[in-house]
């Protein structure tokens, strides 16, 4: 299966 | 003092029914200028984004921005008490609120139900999301993405979109299979046939159906959906609320080797 990545790996803590 | 009164409770319904799946626990953040709520999934590969504007509420007040944190599943337990038809006031008069309360009221004023719901201390996990320009809009039928995606996810657990300047196409592989379904630019008058595309850069990317699916529960707040996709970028699916603001959905892709 293709890894999932995290929305955390796009958008940093505001 | 903090009171917001939506004349179309039901909007206020459907928007939680839309994201509990999704999320079990929110901060909703009252300001000025409405209300806004982020929150991302316990895997954190989604994230949902409300924003309601003060404008769309029969009345809005807001003296000092409060943070409201709050059970999802105990909210729905609450909203289930409201009819269809009832407005929904949501009210606290404390500056450090350790609830907040629930006015339903039906259209004759005849009949009006109060309700308190204990709030939560949360922490706050928001994360700052750019204004992007994506490469590749798609706004179509709501209802007709829905049914792609879930007649897509019985034969695969991912779904390749990819867009073209005439189309765009939602491609699957499983072990019985393979297949696409390929929905082209139309410019109907009617909104459940229309598809607008608007294709600065085409795009191919792989997500899960599982969330796709989760988001389109959010189908019966808008008749139509907008995908907003950019290369190694998260997807974009939007849901406008007529007067009210929108309700948006992202989610991380997968990557193919």
Same mark, same amino acid.
Request: hydrophobic share 35%.
């Given at each position: 299966?293709?890894?999932?990545?995290?929305?955390?790996?796009?958008?940093?803590?505001? | 003092?903090?009171?917001?009164?939506? %004349?179309?409770?039901?909007?206020?319904?459907?928007?939680?029914?839309?994201?509990?799946?999704?999320?079990?626990?929110?901060?909703?953040?009252?300001?000025?200028?409405?209300?806004?709520? %982020?929150?991302?999934?316990?895997?954190?590969?989604?994230?949902?984004?409300?924003?309601?504007?003060?404008?769309?509420?029969?009345?809005?007040?807001?003296?000092?921005?409060?943070?409201?944190?709050?059970?999802?599943?105990?909210?729905?337990?609450?909203?289930?008490?409201?009819?269809?038809?009832?407005?929904?006031?949501? %009210?606290?008069?404390?500056?450090?609120?350790?609830?907040?309360?629930?006015?339903?009221?039906?259209?004759?004023?005849?009949?009006?139900?109060?309700?308190?719901?204990?709030?939560?201390?949360?922490?706050?996990?928001?994360?700052?999301?750019?204004?992007?320009?994506?490469?590749?809009?798609? %706004?179509?039928?709501?209802?007709?993405?829905?049914?792609?995606?879930?007649?897509?996810?019985?034969?695969?657990?991912?779904?390749?979109?990819?867009?073209?300047?005439?189309?765009?196409?939602?491609?699957?592989?499983?072990?019985?299979?393979?297949?696409?379904?390929?929905?082209?630019?139309?410019?109907?008058?009617?909104?459940?046939?229309?598809?607008?595309?608007?294709?600065?850069?085409?795009?191919?990317?792989?997500?899960?159906?599982?969330?796709?699916?989760?988001?389109?529960?959010?189908?019966?707040?808008?008749?139509?959906?907008?995908?907003?996709?950019?290369?190694?970028?998260?997807?974009?699916?939007?849901?406008?609320?007529?007067?009210?603001?929108?309700?948006?959905?992202?989610?991380?892709?997968?990557?193919?080797?």
């Amino acid at each position: 299966p293709d890894p999932q990545k995290k929305i955390t790996d796009y958008y940093k803590q505001a | 003092m903090f009171e917001a009164k939506l %004349q179309q409770g039901v909007i206020f319904k459907k928007i939680v029914d839309a994201i509990k799946d999704l999320v079990k626990s929110v901060n909703i953040d009252a300001s000025t200028s409405g209300l806004s709520m %982020q929150a991302m999934d316990s895997a954190h590969v989604a994230l949902v984004s409300l924003k309601l504007n003060e404008n769309g509420f029969k009345d809005y007040r807001c003296d000092r921005p409060i943070t409201l944190g709050l059970s999802i599943e105990n909210l729905s337990k609450i909203l289930k008490c409201a009819g269809n038809d009832d407005t929904i006031t949501l %009210q606290t008069d404390e500056e450090e609120p350790s609830s907040l309360k629930f006015f339903f009221e039906n259209q004759q004023a005849s009949k009006i139900s109060e309700f308190s719901l204990n709030l939560m201390s949360l922490d706050s996990e928001s994360l700052g999301i750019p204004d992007t320009d994506y490469s590749s809009v798609i %706004q179509m039928s709501s209802a007709e993405f829905s049914r792609i995606c879930k007649e897509l996810s019985s034969i695969s657990e991912t779904v390749e979109i990819e867009t073209s300047k005439e189309s765009v196409k939602f491609s699957v592989q499983g072990d019985i299979g393979a297949g696409s379904i390929t929905v082209k630019n139309n410019q109907s008058d009617k909104d459940v046939d229309r598809v607008d595309l608007q294709i600065d850069q085409p795009v191919k990317l792989t997500f899960a159906l599982r969330y796709l699916n989760m988001f389109n529960k959010a189908v019966s707040l808008s008749s139509t959906v907008s995908l907003n996709m950019s290369e190694e970028n998260p997807l974009m699916v939007e849901y406008k609320i007529d007067d009210l603001g929108s309700l948006r959905f992202y989610l991380a892709p997968k990557i193919s080797d």
